[in-house]
């Protein structure tokens, strides 16, 4: 038998409790108050209020039956007309259940200052069945609807649960393999969030508002759809463990024509890739953290304009790639950073688990010919290269 998640009934009443508010206030926003000749008008706007969280508080009782109403009804394939049919059916007994008991409480507790409301004939009841009714009928969707939820949340833990207890069972070796399979996602994940950061973004977007204010609509235009097209690359990536060499070349261009917009006159730069190279298979995003530390570490911190190169070629059996930028320009006095910092790291570190040892990763940072990111890897052919212009 499937297990059914608990009723918690506190966290059933604040929600309902809640909703009756949030109908108290919708009640008293957009109904006139009538009072009686006689009538006390404060009595009357509590009593109206109060009926209104009536109405919540009864739907709350029956939400448990909703719910195994949800469970039991068949809503699935040539089920889904008799299915219909029967909510339709629960909705409408439920719905005349909650009106006669909110009537009879009504007529039940009489008001001290004399005013009740006449809604005890058979006419005013049948009267109450009005586009009013129309919060019961989405009270019962809701519930419905929150059945499911609470259902599939239920089943996940349960999922969840039952994993762990899998988990548990494996050997030794398997769990040191699952862990390693963990860092790696953790790693990869890690490194992509590393790519593109906020700031960026800032600079871009600003740096197209310039070119708004300035007029220069056209430029502004294209400006976006580079943002937009490296935001496609890097969500489209996301799920993509390997790339061709081309895709990430591509990727690069549309990154360094943003940056473009930001430095204008202080950067140019290169890309010169073999034609042989450009169907390797790399992991996603290999180039990039190379890129965005020759722009942090290097054109930034330039007073003068300076170039930023790649360049990848075949030698043998080893794919190699190369991004070269221009030596940074620091004040008087002022040390040279010492190194690229996380992003490289995080590079080294998926290299390690992609390629093992067969990998070499060199960096040379602000010589007098400027700082040298070197890497080789195993030359392999993608399984589809499909050509990407950038």
């Known amino acids: 038998m499937t297990s059914r998640p608990p009723i918690r009934w506190p966290l059933l009443f604040a929600i309902w409790t809640g909703l009756g508010i949030v109908l108290m206030a919708q009640t008293f926003a957009t109904v006139p108050i009538e009072v009686p000749r006689g009538g006390d008008r404060t009595m009357v706007v509590v009593w109206l209020g109060y009926l209104q969280m009536m109405r919540a508080w009864l739907w709350g009782l029956l939400t448990p039956l909703i719910f195994e109403l949800r469970r039991r009804i068949p809503f699935h394939g040539g089920w889904i007309p008799l299915g219909l049919f029967l909510h339709f059916a629960f909705c409408a007994v439920l719905l005349e259940w ?5 009537i009879w409480i009504w007529a039940a507790l009489a008001f001290k200052s004399g ?9 005013e009841i049948t009267a109450q069945f009005s586009a009013r009714q129309l919060l019961d009928v989405l009270a019962y969707l ?5 059945g499911y939820i609470v259902d599939l949340l239920h089943e996940r833990q349960l999922a969840l649960v039952r994993e762990n207890e899998l988990r548990l069972r494996l050997s030794a070796t398997e769990l040191q393999q699952e862990q390693l399979r963990s860092e790696l996602v953790q790693a990869e994940m890690k490194a992509l969030k590393q790519q593109l950061h906020p700031h960026f973004l800032f600079n871009a977007l600003n740096a197209v508002a310039g070119l708004v204010r300035l007029g220069e609509n056209a430029q502004a235009v294209e400006a976006l759809s580079r943002v937009s097209a490296l935001l496609r690359a890097l969500i489209g990536s996301t799920g993509r ?11 690069c261009r549309t990154y360094l024509e943003i940056e473009k917009m930001r430095f204008d006159a202080r950067l140019s730069f290169a890309i010169d890739a073999t034609p042989e190279s450009l169907v390797a298979e790399v992991p996603t995003l290999l180039l990039q953290p190379m890129v965005e530390n020759a722009i942090k ?23 190699h790639l190369e991004v070269v930028n221009d030596p940074a320009e620091m004040p008087r006095g002022e040390a040279a950073p010492p190194s690229h910092g996380v992003g490289l790291a995080t ?9 093992g040892a067969e990998f070499t ?11 040298v ?18």
Request: aromatic content about 8%; charged content about 20%; proline content about 7%.
């Open 142 to 146: 809701g519930t419905l609807g929150g």
């Open 98 to 102: 909650v009106m006669v008991m909110r």
């Open 361 to 371: 990763l060199d960096c040379q940072v602000n010589t007098p010919a400027g700082t």
């Open 347 to 355: 590079t080294r570190q998926r290299m390690a688990r992609a390629f």
């Open 115 to 123: 005013w009740s409301m006449p809604f005890v004939s058979f006419q």
């Open 297 to 319: 570490h290097g054109i930034a911190r330039r007073r003068t304009p300076g170039w930023v190169r790649i360049r990848t070629w075949v030698e043998g059996e080893r794919l």
């Open 241 to 251: 463990p390997v790339v061709t060499l081309e895709e990430e070349l591509a990727y």
């Open 373 to 390: 990111v070197r890497l080789a890897v195993p030359f392999k052919v993608a399984e589809s290269a499909v050509p990407v212009r950038a």
